[in-house]
């Protein structure tokens, strides 16, 4: 959940400064996404690890591995659009993580440096979640970044910071990338045209 606060709260400021910038909402769907139903099927994946976990703890990972999978189709197949990549690496950082330990390690000092205590962190009963100790695997990848925002304070993972940037960079270049780079392009071609026309006159006169 943590990391998608985060990635909400990159979304809003991208959205705001392509605003901005004259950004438009209706420019957006000119971003052609390609195998959208591998996102449908990572979905599935997750939903059915998330309920297969409450009768055998290793299907959430089981299920996330899965989804996982299909989600790497999809940001493959549309890797040229921006911040695709970074999506990609963001999501298999936490799938290989959560593979490794079974759920998602969450470091207790770094939640104390957010200005979380350990009982605001709901770990107990939380199968999606555990506390980063000494036996944990690839801590790095873990959830040990603290974000000490006000009423919004958070410890996320290197994956999920990827993720956000990621979305940031899509949504402002679909608000704005497409426009900018043919408003860019107008006065290279308008004195392309000039010299066109001014060449075009000399050679009858």
Wanted: contains cysteine.
């Amino acid at each position: 959940m943590a990391g998608v606060v985060l990635a909400l709260v990159v979304l809003v400021l991208a959205g705001g400064a392509a605003l901005i910038r004259g950004g438009r909402p209706g420019r957006i769907p000119r971003l052609r996404f390609r195998r959208l139903r591998a996102l449908g099927s990572a979905a599935v994946a997750q939903v059915g690890g998330l309920l297969g976990g409450l009768v055998w703890a290793p299907a959430y990972a089981l299920g996330l591995a899965v989804s996982a999978l299909f989600v790497g189709l999809f940001v493959w197949h549309n890797r040229r659009l921006p911040g695709m990549l970074l999506i990609g690496v963001g999501l298999l950082a936490n799938a290989c993580v959560v593979a490794l330990n079974g759920a998602m390690p969450v470091s207790l000092g770094a939640a104390e440096r957010a200005g979380l205590e350990a009982g605001d962190l709901g770990l107990a009963g939380d199968r999606q979640h555990e506390p980063l100790d000494a036996g944990t695997h690839l801590p790095v990848l873990g959830d040990v970044l603290p974000v000490p925002l006000p009423l919004l304070a958070q410890v996320v993972s290197i994956g999920d910071v990827l993720i956000a940037v990621g979305a940031g960079m899509l949504v402002y270049v679909g608000l704005v990338g497409p426009a900018a780079r043919r408003g860019a392009a107008q006065p290279t071609e308008r004195v392309s045209t000039v010299a066109r026309d001014s060449t075009t006159r000399g050679s009858y006169s």
